[in-house]
């Protein structure tokens, strides 16, 4: 118990440490986390009215972002299956990497819908008055949370074995739990399709395609997130990449992505040839309706760069890692469009009664995202700090660790750093 | 296992950051014996200790400066620490009921100097309420628009609407081609209907399946209603609704206090705060004990019709039995409590009328 206490003080210490870019990089995050949350606080004392969302447009940016970060967490599977089902040896190290990027985007998602909530001050009613099974978003707090603390536990598990020197019990301890974090990083998916794809009152939901759509970008997005995240991970701390990991991620993204494509087609299919009254919100999505065209520019922007992306990545020029990255980027960024604005606002429009309204996001509801953001890249951010040195043996119960001259794990691309 | 402050061997093997007892050689700030020369790092030592503290103050300024907007917060308004430990209506005991009423009375007076009453008149037995609507009588004079406001205390800054009346052209159901903002100085217009759409109330309610704490649902005379002090505002239950029935508190409601309606039921017309969802409840505190809804009340010309389905004799179950009455969008498989329906011999399906028939086809037909 005191050797916990003291690895939990010792991690907080070392999230204090680094070189000066680690710390410019936190403090820019921490800054941009505070815009946040004052925004947050402007709209708790104000209302939800402080954001672009109305009766019509009832789910915005919150739920958008929510929703592309389910697919976040979920990707990091994708790192766990390789190594566990088909004994992938790259991966192998860096498979802690993806499950505290889980956890991450868990938090983040779990502040996306708090923040959402009209009334958060009282969400002890969940477990007042639990309308399980029957609510989908029920079902979302249980997966989402189960997926937190499976990947918490494994993590926390990993890295405090490898701090006390101590071999971890991985038949008890570990693998089962990753057996079950795999079906579960399924489920949260599933779930979160689920929550939409049940409203009958939302014909551009109301589709069996969204689910498999959902893992299909997630599983292309997610993995080309690590991608970059070992990169940053391999060029500014000590900790070993290994070249064939990235392009063993890289071809699980060129999988996902060809199958989202195709799934989007089937779809886009569906919608507009049968032309029926339910294409509306399509039409409104890709082409504008009735003169409204908010989202037309972005979509096509995210259509152009999932294409372009797809392209690259299928040449063999993407075997560099300049165009792999650049392909990850525009992948990202694709998604994340084609998630949030793409996905969650045209159900919206037209309203159930035809009316058009069309949102756009207010400065206030801006910061609050960039917020979360920030805050989720400061707990990543911190993870990996805790967790490079741990994992190469520098820090564990028994070394003497100074934290003020121990700068080397994330300044080593900083000479100014490492003083001593 | 040993306790952290008796441990004191593992503390001088580790050395690092447990509480030492030599406070000379911190390095950290943090009370940790560094081992080493402990001289000259002295210096080292104070100006770490510095940059510390700046660092913890600046950072709790900063944090402080984030939050200092929770200052303007109205607790009053929002009732979040009254109402944390009151149940859900479903489980709360007379004598809570009582609490609970008083309070919301309380507030009406303090907030707005009216003595309000507060009701909770219960479903009748054998009671089902049905709504049915001429479409051909209708004339979009959004009477029933205002009554409703006025009846059922919602905000008026911004106003917020249950009613909502659709100015449609003749010849098509397509509600994409209804105009929402018409004028209603000018109505009727030539060519149009119109069609005004509230709650359904359903019998097979998407709304209350999907609300994660049950703070909706269905009562047995078939109205569904929201415990506004249930809800905690996720608005699953306003994305559900085929009928756009839902209205959310985007704001704090401002109502004018010489507008305030005072006869009020919990589940009904009191008021509400911001962050929380309401709805159309066919007025059921005035319904519930023999009165017809404030949109009927209102509506000049006589279209609208409400009553007990369950009795032979009401008007709603004779234009049920002898009109040809249809539901909106009857593909989503609400089952609507709300009817619409033609005048049969209405001139408007005669051969003269021509605007009834959409243009392209006019030839066709004569
Ligand atoms: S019309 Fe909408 S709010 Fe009313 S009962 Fe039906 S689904 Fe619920
Ligand atoms: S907004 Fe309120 S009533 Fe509607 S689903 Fe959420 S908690 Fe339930």
């Known amino acids: 118990m005191s050797q916990y206490v003291r690895f939990l003080w010792r991690c907080f210490r070392i999230s204090f440490v680094g070189g000066w870019r680690y710390h410019l990089w936190m403090l820019f995050l921490t800054a941009v986390a505070l815009f946040g949350l004052n925004a947050y606080c402007k709209q708790l004392v104000h209302g939800l009215g402080v954001t672009g969302m109305t009766d019509q447009v009832s789910w915005g940016l919150y739920i958008a972002n929510f929703t592309f970060l389910v697919g976040m967490a979920a990707a990091a599977v994708m790192l766990v299956i390789p190594v566990y089902i088909y004994r992938n040896k790259e991966l192998h190290d860096l498979v802690i990497f993806g499950e505290l990027l889980a956890v991450a985007s868990i938090i983040m998602c779990l502040l996306f819908v708090t923040v959402d909530l009209g009334r958060p001050d009282r969400f002890t009613h969940l477990f007042r008055r639990f309308n399980f099974p029957f609510s989908m978003l029920t079902w979302d707090v249980i997966v989402l949370n189960g997926y937190l603390l499976l990947n918490l536990h494994i993590t926390g598990y990993m890295i405090y074995c490898h701090y006390m020197r101590r071999e971890p019990r991985r038949a008890l301890f570990v693998i089962p739990f990753v057996f079950v974090a795999i079906v579960w990083a399924i489920s949260i998916h599933t779930v979160t399709a689920f929550l939409y794809v049940g409203l009958g009152a939302r014909p551009f939901w109301n589709s069996a395609i969204i689910a498999p759509r959902f893992l299909a970008s997630a599983f292309s997005a997610g993995p080309a997130f690590l991608i970059l995240t070992l990169q940053v991970i391999g060029r500014y701390t000590t900790y070993h990449v290994p070249r064939p990991a990235l392009m063993t991620l890289r071809r699980i993204v060129v999988v996902a992505l060809t199958i989202n494509t195709f799934l989007l087609l089937s779809e886009l299919f569906t919608e507009f040839y049968t032309d029926s009254q339910h294409v509306a919100s399509a039409t409104y999505l890709y082409f504008g309706l009735h003169g409204y065209t908010a989202l037309v520019p972005w979509i096509w922007t995210a259509v152009a760069l999932n294409t372009i992306a797809l392209i690259m990545l299928y040449l063999p020029l993407a075997r560099s890692l300049r165009f792999l990255n650049l392909a990850c980027v525009m992948l990202i960024a694709g998604i994340w469009i084609e998630k949030g604005m793409g996905l969650i606002v045209p159900a919206f429009i037209p309203s159930p009664l035809g009316e058009i309204v069309e949102y756009v996001p207010t400065l206030n509801e801006l910061l609050v995202c960039a917020g979360i953001w920030a805050f989720g890249l400061l707990l990543y951010t911190i993870f990996v700090r805790i967790t490079v040195p741990v994992l190469s043996g520098r820090l564990t119960y028994d070394t003497d660790f100074d934290p003020e001259t121990e700068n080397h794990p994330i300044a080593r691309g900083a000479p100014e750093g490492s003083v001593t | ?366």
């Open chain 2, 1 to 366: 296992m040993r306790l952290p402050i008796l441990d004191t061997t593992s503390e001088t093997s580790a050395g690092c950051c447990g509480g030492g007892d030599d406070a000379s050689t911190d390095t950290c700030g943090c009370g940790r014996p560094t081992p080493g020369p402990a001289a000259p790092r002295r210096g080292v030592a104070r100006r770490s200790f510095l940059r510390t503290a700046t660092a913890v103050t600046g950072g709790l300024a900063a944090f402080g400066a984030a939050l200092s907007p929770l200052r303007e917060i109205d607790r009053e308004t929002d009732d979040t620490f009254a109402g944390f430990f009151q149940k859900h209506y479903k489980e709360m005991t007379p004598e809570d009921k009582e609490a609970v009423f008083a309070r919301i009375r309380e507030r009406v007076r303090t907030q707005h100097g009216v003595d309000a009453t507060i009701a909770d008149p219960p479903p009748l037995d054998g009671v089902e309420f049905v709504y049915a609507l001429n479409l051909s009588r209708c004339n979009g004079n959004r009477r029933c628009v205002h009554a409703c406001v006025a009846e059922n205390n919602q905000s008026r800054s911004p106003e917020m609407q249950y009613i909502r009346v659709i100015e449609m052209p003749n010849g098509t159901f397509n509600l994409e081609e209804g105009d929402h903002h018409y004028d209603d100085a000018t109505v009727p217009k030539e060519g149009h209907f119109y069609l005004p759409v509230q709650c359904h109330q359903c019998s097979s309610p998407p709304c209350t399946k999907v609300c994660p704490v049950e703070a909706t649902w269905q009562e047995p005379d078939g109205i569904t209603v929201v415990d506004y002090d249930w809800c905690i505002g996720c608005r699953y239950c306003e994305a559900a609704c085929p009928y756009w029935a839902r209205r959310f508190n985007f704001t704090q409601p401002e109502i004018p206090s010489q507008e305030i309606n005072p006869d009020m039921g919990y589940l009904s017309n009191r008021p509400r705060t911001k962050g929380v969802m309401e709805k159309c409840t066919f007025c059921l505190h005035r319904t519930r004990v023999g009165r017809m809804p404030a949109c009927l009340e209102a509506c000049p010309t006589g279209a609208r019709k409400f009553g007990n389905v369950l009795d032979p004799n009401s008007d709603v179950s004779q234009i049920l039995k002898n009109s040809r009455v249809f539901v909106l969008k009857e593909e989503v498989g609400t089952l609507p409590r709300f009817f619409y329906y033609f005048d049969e011999r209405h001139p408007r399906t005669g051969a003269d009328d021509q605007a009834a028939i959409p243009a392209d086809l006019r030839e066709v037909v004569t």
